[in-house]
T-cell receptor
Framework: KAGVTQTPRYLIKTRGQQVTLSCSPI?????VSWYQQTPGQGLQFLFE???????NKGNFPGRFSGRQFSNSRSEMNVSTLELGDSALYLC???????????????FGQGTRLTVV | DAKTTQPTSMDCAEGRAANLPCNHS???????VYWYRQIHSQGPQYIIH???NNETNEMASLIITEDRKSSTLILPHATLRDTAVYYC???????????FGKGITLSVRP
């Protein structure tokens, strides 16, 4: 079956602009999580959506937001971009049917965002 | 903060077993030990997970100590393609917030 698909793969934006990233989870998966990866901070959790509702949230400013659609596809948005937002943004999907479960999260290839 | 402690790096020879240690002394009774790896410029890849018992799959084996305060990931026959950053994570489940530490960089040499 198809894996997690993230689009676009690469993006260059200017400071102050806003950006929307897209993630299509594996068919049947209802949980989508977003992570930011930078050389300095490593992999950091942004938020998780399940059945169109945000279920978990990391410690990021309100400029970072997301949503999930009825088909489980998810988007994340970053407004008023800063140079420090340059990062690899990763999306992960899992079945998400239970908070305490023993299945794995499947990650996409990520979107490389560069803010100039 | 990550709940795990891993060495920064290690290397092993191709074809030999790679034993990657992880300390998680504050793990709670209902938390699992997960291992993921990230090959350069790719998304993390699930390897294996366990609760109390040792686990084995086609990729690796996971040995968890009886007190659950530490574990070891074993790649039985390391190949050059196993060169990656390996993350040990303790978590309630795969879809809750995964807290990645710095991981351990495994370098497999020819």
């Amino acid at each position: 079956k198809a894996g997690v698909t993230q689009t676009p793969r690469y993006l260059i934006k200017t400071r102050g602009q806003q950006v929307t990233l897209s993630c299509s989870p594996i068919s049947g998966h209802r949980s989508v999580s977003w992570y930011q990866q930078t050389p300095g901070q490593g992999l950091q959790f942004l938020f998780e959506y399940f059945s169109e509702t945000q279920r978990n949230k990391g410690n990021f400013p309100g400029r970072f937001s997301g949503r999930q659609f009825s088909n489980s596809r998810s988007e994340m948005n970053v407004s008023t971009l800063e140079l420090g937002d340059s990062a690899l943004y990763l999306c992960a999907s899992s079945t998400g049917t239970d908070l305490i479960l023993n299945t794995e999260a499947f990650f996409g290839q990520g979107t490389r965002l560069t803010v100039v | 903060d990550a709940k795990t402690t891993q060495p920064t790096s290690m290397d092993c020879a191709e074809g030999r077993a790679a034993n990657l240690p992880c300390n998680h002394s504050t793990i709670s009774g209902n938390e699992y030990v997960y291992w993921y790896r990230q090959i350069h410029s790719q998304g993390p890849q699930y390897i294996i997970h366990g609760l109390k018992n040792n686990e084995t799959n086609e990729m690796a084996s996971l040995i968890i100590t009886e007190d659950r305060k530490s574990s070891t990931l074993i790649l039985p026959h390391a190949t050059l393609r196993d060169t990656a950053v390996y993350y040990c994570i303790v978590n309630l489940g795969a879809n809750s917030k995964l807290t990645f530490g710095k991981g351990i960089t495994l370098s497999v040499r020819p």
